[in-house]
Each structure stands twice: as C-alpha cells, then as structure tokens.
C-alpha cells in the first residue's frame, strides 16, 4: 500500500484524536482567546497550510468585530514593510505540518520580535522550530503524512481551523456537526471510494474543484491534491465566478468537482447543467439533507452525498476527501507514484548566504 493511500483511508483515525486533542485544550484555547481580546487575526502559511490559511480568514472574518486576513510566508518575508499595519496589534496563527519550513519560521520569529503579538501555532511535529516563538503550541503529530503530498495533514488541520472557530466564537453547534463528521468518516469513505475510483478511470486529464465560501480555500488545496498527488492541472474557482471566463476551457477531458449548497438551487442547478454541455466529468458534492438538488441532476457521473444536514464548514471534511481519493486513484491509473512527486520535497528549506 502506498503511503498516500494508506494516510486518505486511515485519516478517521487521526480525526478522532485531534478530535480528543483539541477538545481537551478548549479551556487554554478559551482562555488565550480571553486573554488576547483584539479580534483581529493573520493567519500565516505555505503551500497547503496557505490554502488552509484562506479557509480560516473566511471563517474569522465572518465573525462580528472581527478581521481575519491570510498570508503566505514567503510573501511576509520579501514584503514584510507591506504587512506593517496588518500584523500590528493581531493575533497570528502559524499553520504548518513539520514546523520547519523556513518561510513560515522565519516570518513568524521576525513578527514575534518586532510586534510582540501573541502567536498561535498548530503544527504536526513535536519541538519544532516555530515553537520558540509561539504563546500556545498545539501539536499533532498523529496526522504528520510521511508522504510528500499532505492529505491526512490537511484534514486534520482544517479540523482543529474549524474547532478554533467553534471555541471562539462558542458555536455549540458546528462543534456538534464537526464530531458527527468525524465519527461518519470512516464508513463515508469506505462507501464512495469504489465509485470515486470508478470515476478517476475515466477519460479526463485536468481536474476543476469549485467551492465557495469558507470552503474555497479548502477547495483550492483540493485542485493541489490532483496535481501533485496525480500530477494533472488542478484549479479551483467560485461556483458561479468560473462562468467569467475560466469555463472556457472546460471540455470533454474536465473533471469538475462541484460543492452543492442548501440554498439558490436553480443558480447552481443551471451552472451544473452548463458543465455537462461541456461534455466533461461532473462529480457534485451535496448533503443528503437540506437540498433538493441532487434529485435532480440526471447525467451527473457521481453525486457524493454528505450525511445529515450539517453546517457549511463542517462539510469540508467529507469534500477533501472527494479531491484526495480521485486524485489518489487517478495517479494508480496513470502509473504515477503518489508518494513521491518529481520535484517536490516535504517542507522547503531555503539557503541564507
């Protein structure tokens, strides 16, 4: 078994005790939260923690009185004037899987030093070198991937993103649907890889993830899985925003990968319908609640149905896992090896002279 393959399918795993985990450091959560009152956040990444990084802006800054923004590393550190006023009096959140790579360790020791602002970090590696400069520190090291390409790694940080929220914002709620998707996890994946690997057999070569919402950034990380796991093109867009100008390249040899939402069904309905004009592969992602439209879309190849009627973020669980199986399967096809793509390494070390 590829080491890919075995982190997607055992990630239920890892759910559950960051699950556990996280739950068990509310109160230093809450009481960092407390301690730190200016509701205004950065949250900083690289690479896949980025894309995670703009999830978590989205769901922030939704929050009343609160700014969130998000920042790559390596931009922080060829810009790090530009970012003055932003990270002044903020609460900074580091995302990272090893805690080592060098955009993200070297921003946040040089925001710690020079602003002072209480730092945050959710890594998956113990004693890492993020840790010096943060306030709280929550480690993880059961979803460390040993694979290239984080899959497990992703799940679990956009878990403990979305925690964050519950606990800052005493959401009861996305809590709730936020342990129902973690229990529902591994009898979800069990049901739709079969079909899912049905589907990456099929005669497509570039994939298209489209996602709104606190789930766009989660989705954009979904095009990523597809080219560095499967080595395909990947790209993500809006829902309704790829009609102005990106469709245009969508074609028989598409894979489209769509996020369905409760609410304005005809809007997604006729985009969906516009996407199957185009002659591609259609895979919708819905709940098996709370919208009518996966009853009535005949011609899509697979609709993914996410158990219950459970909040917007909590269904980014089950909707990674969409991207990462096909993308997993799709490089079984193509003879690829998952594990180690040509040209990538695990976190990225940069040379000062």
């Known amino acids: 078994m590829y080491l890919t393959e075995n982190e997607i399918m055992s990630q239920h795993l890892a759910l559950k005790k960051t699950w556990e985990y996280i739950t068990g450091r509310r109160g230093d959560l809450t009481n960092f939260f407390s301690r730190y009152p200016q509701r205004r956040f950065v949250f900083l990444g690289c690479g896949s923690s980025y894309m995670l990084a703009k ?56 925001i710690k030093e020079r602003y002072g602002i209480p730092v945050l970090s959710i890594s998956m590696k113990d004693q890492n070198d993020i840790m010096p400069y943060s306030d709280v520190d929550l480690t993880m090291d059961w979803c460390y991937d040993q694979s290239v390409c984080q899959t497990r790694t992703v799940t679990n940080l956009y878990l403990a993103l979305a925690m964050l929220l519950g606990f800052y914002r005493q959401e009861d709620q996305l809590l709730a649907d936020l342990a129902r ?3 529902e996890n591994e009898e979800y994946t069990r049901r739709y890889r079969p079909v899912l690997k049905e589907t990456a057999a099929k005669n497509w070569d570039h994939a298209v993830v489209l996602a709104d919402g606190p789930l766009h950034g989660l989705g954009e990380e979904g095009a990523l899985a597809f080219t560095e ?14 009609r102005h100008g990106p469709m245009v ?36 992602v819905a709940a098996s609640e709370g919208t009518e439209l ?24 089950p909707f990674i896992f969409v991207c990462q199986i096909l993308a997993f399967e799709k490089a079984m096809v193509l003879g690829k090896n998952p594990d180690e793509p040509k040209g990538l390494d695990a976190f990225i070390t940069l040379i000062y002279s």
């Open 294 to 317: 996966k009853d009535n879309l005949p011609g899509v190849d697979v609709n993914v149905e996410i158990g219950g009627d459970i909040s917007w973020i909590a269904r980014g669980i």
């Open 229 to 242: 796991i499967a080595m395909v093109p990947g790209q993500c867009f809006h829902l309704l925003d790829y």
């Open 55 to 110: 999830s978590a802006r989205c769901m922030f800054g939704a929050c009343a009185g609160t700014t969130a923004n998000a920042v790559a590393g390596g931009d922080y550190l060829v810009h790090p004037e530009y970012y003055k006023e932003m990270m002044q009096e903020s609460i900074l959140i580091t995302l990272s899987r090893s805690g080592q790579t060098s955009e993200i360790v070297r921003s946040a020791a040089h």
């Open 249 to 284: 390249l969508n074609g028989e040899h598409t894979l489209t990968v769509v996020l369905v939402q409760a609410g304005e069904e005809k809007l997604q309905k006729d985009l969906i319908q516009d996407l199957q004009r185009h002659g591609g592969t259609v895979v919708t």
């Open 181 to 183: 998707v973690v229990d």
